[in-house]
């Protein structure tokens, strides 16, 4: 076993805040990067939605693909040694590697759904249909960017750049409670989450940054 699971062993309470680094090991990319020639964060907002419905819903069906992806060591780690996880991933993995109670302040890729009726569908079965609507022209793909039981628009599960994020107050209860607060793969720029490690010191946590290698950190090879 090495130094950082022996800490987490040790500790009352650890806690870890986790972002793109961790996912990237299992094959899925950062925002940092572009889609089709512009930064990837500039399409991922409310307006952009609203203004260019099909190129966000072609670029969202694309990204639902990484929920094809498998959980990598450092997933299953923090499972395994009971971390309680706050993620700002939208990928699932966590969730995947067992860490069911995984805080997903972004939201997840895993559905689509209607704010008017409650209406919900698997995003996988919901790009296969959108895909094949927009083969068909851009008619038939607006249709499909309503919902089926009511006519009103589907939403994404997924908590856009100008949307508020979720759960902010339980992981703030978290960040106050834990006695060990690790930041796995992310580069705290994104608010409100970038605040959770300084609540945690303030609170007497131990906070430890692993942004180097999420694999090696918890790996038990020499």
Known sequence: MNDLKRLIKSARYPAALTGAGISAPSGIPTFQGNYKGRPLRDYLTRDYMEDHPLDFFDL??????????????????????????????IDGLHAKAGSTDALEMHGSLRFVLCHGCGWREDSAEFAARYREARAQGDKAARHALRCPVCGEAID???????????????????????????????????????????????????????????????????
């Open 156 to 222: 994404t599960d997924v908590v856009l750049y100008s949307d508020a994020v979720r759960h902010l107050s339980e992981a703030i209860d978290i960040a106050s409670s834990c006695d060990l607060f690790l930041v796995i793969g992310t580069s705290l720029v994104t608010y409100p989450a970038a605040g959770l490690p300084d609540i945690a010191r303030q609170s007497g946590a131990k906070v430890i940054m692993i942004n180097d290698d999420c694999i090696k950190a918890f790996s038990d090879e020499e």
């Open 60 to 89: 969202y069906c694309d990204m639902v693909k990484w929920c094809e992806k498998e959980p990598n060591l450092a997933h299953y780690a923090l499972k395994e040694l009971n971390v309680r996880v706050i993620t700002q991933n």
